[in-house]
């Protein structure tokens, strides 16, 4: 018998030391599950309806709905053809480019709010310039979507990279070989085969877009109705409606849940 298969047959029930693995793993699990049991429990104590229905509530979800949709279509017309040529061309500035890519999802959410007000602020490195023109972005709407492409069309583009590479690269020479051009060869054999990919990072994009809180909030503020998305009215409500906060926050992790169930079911396909 292999050491894999011995491996795999341990449990409970024969192994005495199992409990060195389990004890530990039912503590971090519990981090995880405790809170969120809680905040259900303390939830479901309240009148959810009323408060889920409030029109603070409705205005947060309505625009965290329309800004984080916005930004994941942004990301994915920008960020598919980014991801493609990450996963399928070699070029000399290959690593700076995936450096700059990846840089955002380890940021802190202050740091990058901070950049972004620096950039695009009135007194911002371009910023001056777009006041030359009359456009300001801060504490408007589309800084809250600006925001969340930052944080979030990093995601799409690492997992769209991921679908692309995937692929076998003799498909693609074959279509080459046939006379197939490079936009007939994505939209015929890259597209079809890393749908999967490619869905995964749009549902990352989405989540990270909905929670998205630091960069909306140095960015675009907290203004009702303008800039206050779901995260931002959570963080008001526990000064004035913790009934609120509650009710958006469940809600949050009900899309969540669901979200990802949808991405481990793709995984298992």
Do not use: C
């Amino acid at each position: 018998m292999s050491i894999f298969h011995r491996i795999s047959n341990l449990g409970p029930s024969n192994n005495k030391t199992n409990w060195i693995f389990i004890l530990p793993s039912l503590g971090l699990l519990s981090l995880f599950g405790l809170p969120l049991l809680a905040l259900v429990f303390r939830a479901a104590g309240t009148d959810f309806f009323t408060f889920a229905l409030s029109i603070q509530a409705l205005t947060a979800l309505r625009l965290s709905l329309v800004t984080s949709t916005i930004s994941v279509l942004i990301s994915i017309f920008f960020g598919m053809p980014l991801g493609y040529i990450l996963a399928r061309w070699q070029f000399p500035a290959k690593t700076i480019v995936e450096l700059f890519v990846d840089l955002p999802v380890v940021l802190p959410p202050s740091v990058a709010g901070l950049a972004l007000l620096m950039a695009f602020g009135r007194m911002g490195v371009f910023g001056k310039w777009l006041s030359f023109f009359g456009i300001s972005l801060p504490y408007t709407t589309t800084a809250v979507i600006l925001a969340q492409i930052f944080v979030s069309a990093p995601l799409f583009v690492r997992s769209a990279r991921v679908g692309f590479a995937e692929i076998d690269l003799r498909l693609e020479q074959a279509a080459r070989v046939e006379g197939g051009n490079e936009v007939q060869i994505f939209r015929y054999i890259m597209l079809p085969l890393a749908w999967r990919g490619l869905l995964t990072g749009l549902i990352l994009a989405w989540t990270r877009s909905l929670g998205e809180f630091g960069a909306t909030i140095l960015f675009a503020g907290n203004l009702e109705g303008k800039t206050q998305t779901m995260p931002l009215a959570i963080y008001l409500g526990l000064e004035r409606s913790l009934g609120v906060a509650l009710a958006l926050s469940v809600l949050l992790v009900l899309v969540s849940v669901l979200l990802l169930g949808i991405m481990r079911k793709l995984e298992k396909h």
